[in-house]
């Protein structure tokens, strides 16, 4: 079973992490847009489970794990409350949640990947569907919030990429046969790591060819 | 069988009132928009079948009733021929479609929890479903029309609390085995006052802690 | 097997080609709308895909035709490497993507409301599923970039018709026991030329009653 990869125990525990950390992303953002506490805690739900939701709806494991245990359900509301009366806090040490955040990217990189590949899908699709549990909360976070994705926009750090690396790299060990707790473990610490040095480095995606000279932007 | 607390045929007829009222506020919001005859019938469709859509998908319930059931497919689209010949007539009687919204939203969230339930989810995943069931609908109506969900903002009449309220309902009768046709009946007009209220006296809930004297608001 | 109304290759080829077509209106939006080369990526795979995931999530066909045929999932990235190395080129011959775009139509139409009925949905369904097969991906890609869907606005050319003609003719076909390889076929060129001809004369839906003498317009 590629998904007892951990101890069951210690899996649920990084879960956790990783869904409380996207949490505080979608409440602060939610806090910015002004919404009001149900919106703060909508928001920090759909960032935090969006992505296996949408994920285990594809490889058809109903009802999906955000349903089914309800420490998913209950974490993005403390995170909500927690972002509700300490916000100018939770605020004032963003460079703290973007590192839990890219924590978060490559936990879930990883663990979707390994998830869509024990129900039954090839390789290529379950690197893909790794991507989108990784990404898929942060996209339906902006969508509700009506902005233009942060992962689409060209003017934002990488994003998509080290999670796109961490996906691939445990689509490779299941090719080769080498995944287990160590290897697992380098995926998500390169996608972690490579995220770190896109926001430290401000990367960059290029956009369209010949384009990137133009002086003319798009208003959003 | 929970789900066979009413009547089936009285269960249906106030399962296509809820679709009914719910589908006139989506088929008023696109005129509001200035869309076409069919952005109105399929705005219309939306926002009285998503939620229940939604629901079905997550507990596994394919096809859902939306697709399964002629009668609730076709009832949006008598909701949006009213409007669309009708609208400034509809528009006028606004106040009667807010009470008629009350209501489905009521129905919803109670119908929403009793079949999750039946479904095998635990109490508070099924509350949860049965206010998604409830709200799901008008949230992406506002996606679709490009507009921030107004479940979500702060200047907003309360709407998911009466909601929540119900559902909450709803679990704790199953939980102490009390659930019947006048118990689940107590919750939805409970939810249906309790919106009511909340749109006669404008109750609202607060936005994050600290920011309420805020001058500056996010323009939108 | 109505699935196999045409030779299993041809059929595939057939799907390639309407992915493909539709990628491209969706990375050449992405392209507009400034995204970087990821996002064109993610919105020429939603555009070709979203339909079809949104249908087989609806049928209960898991997982779904996207992620178990690695030429579904590897054609929208070609459309978007084409489109971000030569969307000069591409734009210019628009003219010529909405043909092919028009094809996409006609042909997802028909394939969906077959897919449908083959899951055991009823005509009326089916045809309601093949008309959200054909448009899904395009009201996904105008919410994924921000933008109120084109199928809904007023002031575009007829979209949905052509695709309910062509999933109604598809309908009827197997209402009456006549569905063959040249009655859908029959569909699919109906359909195309439908949208050919409403997007040379430029038809257009009406607005709601009363509305379409009124000069003051709900600015987006």
């Not at 649920?12 to 847009?33: E, T």
Request: net charge neutral.
């Amino acid at each position: 079973m590629l998904d007892q990869l951990f101890n069951p125990s210690v899996q649920h525990v990084i879960d956790l992490v990783g869904i409380f950390v996207f949490a505080i992303s979608g409440a602060l953002l939610a806090v910015r847009k002004n919404f009001d506490v149900f919106g703060i805690a909508v928001l920090a739900e759909v960032t935090a489970l969006g992505g296996g939701l949408l994920r285990d709806l594809i490889i058809g494991a109903v009802p999906p794990a955000a349903f089914s245990d309800l420490g998913y359900f209950l974490t993005p509301l403390l995170a909500a409350l927690l972002v509700f009366f300490l916000h100018p806090e939770v605020e004032r040490i963003q460079v703290g949640a973007n590192i839990f955040d890219a924590a978060g990217l490559g936990l879930f990189c990883v663990a979707g990947t390994v998830r869509a590949y024990d129900y039954g899908l090839g390789l290529t699709s379950s690197a893909a569907l790794g991507l989108a549990t990784a990404v898929g909360g942060g996209v339906l976070r902006d969508v509700l919030a009506n902005e233009v994705p942060s992962l689409l926009r060209w003017d934002r750090d990488l994003y998509a990429v080290p999670a796109i690396v961490g996906a691939t790299m445990v689509a490779l060990c299941i090719r080769y046969d080498v995944l287990n707790a160590f290897t697992s473990g380098l995926a998500v610490v390169t996608a972690f790591v490579l995220r770190l040095l896109a926001m430290r480095y401000h990367w960059r995606a290029p956009r369209a060819w010949h384009r990137r000279s133009t002086a003319i932007e798009v208003p959003e």
